[in-house]
């Protein structure tokens, strides 16, 4: 499949419709648009008047419409890249309108949970292929999309045992040419991995954020005033959308609290470290976290 890909000169999908054109929608839609090896036609869907208005305004797609059934009828890929908690509900309101063999997928950034909830709607004549592009931002909506966001960076792939390996090969090809790197993976492991990348370092983010203010509150002194830039890291995290991120907490609840107790069990290792004095423990753990921010400035990662 993937040699016949490569092969044919054409677009890979003839009417590519994305559900959801925020952040992630909106950038598949600009790369698309720029690359112009992906779709022959662009289709955008939003629940918000006010996203397909501003979608239309970019020029982002061919066609904006604002009823999903209709933005997926002809369509022979359908990505959903509405919040984790919306996926399983849209999916299976659009899946019975989709044309026999067109592919469905989605960008969520958890996987059991949709995979549990979009079983019983799933076709057996409508490929899905769940992904997950590592890469955004802080930003949310039609403005903040770019096409450069998926340059190197990973796309995890979550095929069903039934998906048609043809339809994942697709999928892939269409990441590689939005600049990702791919690799296809198990749901359970996905949702463990991302619950230590990404879910722990937002939980945390937003928690100590919540925690700084609070202080600032109760001694109505200036502790914000004085933050640098490593409070300043964490506060680009914290300002992540507050939907999008309720519903990856709820949705990977069993990693991510499995993933916090470890945190927290670690956290206590230091506190004993620090309070006994311990300083080689102190400079272990200091140094394991410079060799992993080095190691991933080696990589292209940081
Ligand atoms: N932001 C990131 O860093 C990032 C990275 C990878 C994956 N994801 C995942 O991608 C998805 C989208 O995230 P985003 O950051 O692009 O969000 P976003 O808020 O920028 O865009 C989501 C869009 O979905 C629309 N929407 C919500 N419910 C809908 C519905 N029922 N029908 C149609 N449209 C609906 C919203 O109006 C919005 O325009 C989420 O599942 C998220 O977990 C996000
Ligand atoms: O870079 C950021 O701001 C992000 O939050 C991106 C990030 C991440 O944690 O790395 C957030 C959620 C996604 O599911 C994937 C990527």
């Not at 209709?70 to 369509?75: S, T």
């Not at 600049?179 to 492991?189: E, L, Q």
Request: with cysteine; charged share 25%; net charge negative.
């Amino acid at each position: 499949m993937t040699d016949s890909i490569t092969a044919s000169s054409g677009p890979l999908f003839r009417r590519l419709a994305i559900i959801g054109p925020g952040l992630i929608g909106s950038s598949i839609l600009r790369r698309a648009r720029q690359d112009g090896t992906i779709a022959a036609r662009l289709v955008a869907c939003d629940i918000s008047p006010d996203v397909c208005r501003r979608v239309a305004e970019l020029g982002l797609a061919d066609e904006v419409e604002q009823d999903p059934l209709r933005a997926v009828a002809d369509a022979d890929c359908v990505i959903l890249c509405v919040p984790v908690g919306a996926i399983a509900e849209v999916g299976a309101h659009v899946l019975p309108a989709m044309k026999p063999g067109a592919i469905l997928s989605e960008v969520g950034s958890t996987k059991l949970s949709i995979l549990t909830a979009l079983a019983p709607a799933l076709r057996p004549d409508v490929p899905f292929v769940p992904t997950h592009p590592m890469a955004g931002t802080e930003h949310s909506g039609p403005d903040a999309g770019f096409a450069t966001l998926f340059d190197d960076r990973w796309c995890l792939l979550t095929p069903l045992p039934e998906t048609p390996p043809a339809a994942t090969d697709l999928i892939v090809e269409m990441w590689h040419r939005m600049g990702a790197r791919t690799r296809v993976m198990d749901p359970a492991h996905h949702d463990r991995v991302c619950a230590i990348v990404s879910h722990l370092p937002h939980l945390l983010a937003f928690t100590i954020c919540g925690t700084a203010d609070d202080l600032a509150d109760e001694t109505r002194s200036e502790v914000l005033d004085f933050a640098a830039s490593g409070f300043r890291d964490f506060t680009r995290i914290a300002a992540s959308d507050p939907v999008m991120w309720r519903d990856i907490f709820l949705n990977n609840r069993e990693a991510l609290l499995e993933m916090l107790a470890r945190f927290m069990e670690d956290a206590q290792a230091m506190a004993r470290a620090i309070r006994w004095g311990d300083e080689e423990f102190i400079v272990d753990r200091i140094e394991r976290g410079r060799h992993i921010r080095r190691s991933l400035i080696e990589n292209r990662q940081a």
